[in-house]
């Protein structure tokens, strides 16, 4: 990864334009949900009315009220969160720089609608800006990002864009001219800047340090100061650079409003797997601890019972799913030399999203630079925005039939074909993206069937000691 990609221009201003358009389409179809008239809290009339059936629904709009957005308070600092789980005091339930975000957004908004559009111009450049870079490094297969599905629906459904711009910008970064400590670092400042927006980057620092530790490409990138097979003096640069990113941007928010600043971290671990999070755990493991035949006391227990099981399989086995997709990088890295750390990234995500209790369905984007930069058939990628479509809208249909008192079997038929059409396509991905290659190769990397390239036997991965 010496020198980036450079894509032909004209795509790369295609794919922009591309995103441009699919993001204005993205806020127009949000903007269906925040219209006149509103009540005395700056609230549509017409949101709760139409956000399910009409499938309009955002987070966006949804938190201008119960986190004191619409009051202005200054995120955190003043906050707290009850015994009943309510935040208070301006907490909301993100990382810091989303909560800033939020803030901004409010301050010249008096109601959801502004709120949505202000949000929605801060938000904007990310969508573009992670267009132009998938662009640069990936050429025409980066309209997978500008003009699929997702990012109409999802672009302003939360706060998703800034995180992902930080995901792909620490890839686009590992392309540049420099030495490869160095863009390591920047990577890994990049990546913690995405764990104070969403969290998921952060695990991401772990594959990119153990590409770092072995040497980039070939093993052949490693600074020449270092002496024998590892660079480990450049893999603790770089994870010190993504926790003294961390600690820097968390610690006034910790010093000056602590409860504040803790609740959003509490609010996430008292979420529970309800009907809400789109997950396996709910649609499948609940089934066997709830009957239709139980009484309220047999089922609170139940659900007690299943809520705590999730409370640890979840996170437990996302854990498996991380040490398993660096160790399968390992392997490949035997074969091919080089650390596979975009590949195993990807694997990491999978195996997040997959196994997580939440499963909120604008994640969708988070996938989507992967499936841009690896090569993986298209026709899998096809399959799952298709199973994504038929939750990103069953969901919300399932919703208001719901809430309706409709019959809903239809609609549930669509929620299950996403939850797992997407399960089952995550587990695929998960497996495929640790064998797969980039779409693109970056500079100095091959193209091809796995081979060993000469290097020095000091910083082979495959050389043991005394050969």
Known sequence: MRSGVRANPMTVVVV?????????????????????????????????AIKDSSVCYSDIQFLWLGRDIDNHIFPYIHGAITSDGILTGGTVEYPVLSGLLMWLGAIPAHTDAQFLLTSALILAPFGLVTAWMLGRMAG?????????????????????????????????????????????????????????????????????????????????????TVKGRWDIRGGLMVAGAAIGTVIAVNLPFAVLGYEGWRASFTFQSLRQADLTTNSIWYWGLRHFYISDQMTPDAYAEAEASFQDVVDVASPLLVFVAFALALWLGWRRAKVDGTYPWVAVSGSMLCGFMLLHKVHSPQYTL??????????????????????????????????????????????????????????????????????????????????????????????????SPGQ
């Open 16 to 48: 922009v334009t591309m995103a441009a358009l699919g993001l204005i389409l993205g806020y127009l179809n949000k903007a269906r949900c925040a219209v006149a008239p509103f009540d005395a809290s700056g609230r549509s009339t017409m949101f709760d």
């Open 140 to 224: 025409w297969s980066a309209l997978l990002w500008s003009i699929g599905p997702p990012l109409v629906m999802y672009a302003f459904h939360n706060w998703e864009l800034p995180v992902v711009a930080a995901a792909v910008g620490a890839v686009f970064v590992m392309t540049l001219p420099m030495p490869l400590r160095r863009r390591a670092v920047l990577a890994s400042v990049l990546l913690a800047i995405g764990f104070c927006l969403k969290l998921y980057p952060g695990a991401l620092v772990l594959p990119l340090i153990a590409y770092v530790v072995t040497g980039g490409i070939d093993g052949r990138e490693s600074a020449d």
């Open 366 to 463: 988070w996938l989507l630079p992967f499936l841009v930069l690896l090569r993986v058939p298209w026709g899998l990628v096809g399959a799952y925005l298709l199973v994504d479509l038929s939750m990103g809208i069953g969901v919300f249909k399932y919703f208001a039939a719901l809430a309706s008192g409709a019959d809903a079997e239809n609609e549930e038929f669509f929620v299950l074909v996403g939850v797992w059409g997407r399960a089952l396509l995550l587990a695929v991905f998960f497996v495929l993206f640790i064998r797969a290659r980039m779409r693109v190769p970056f500079p100095g990397e091959t193209d091809g069937p796995s081979v060993i390239s000469p290097r020095p036997a000091t910083i082979s991965l495959t050389t």
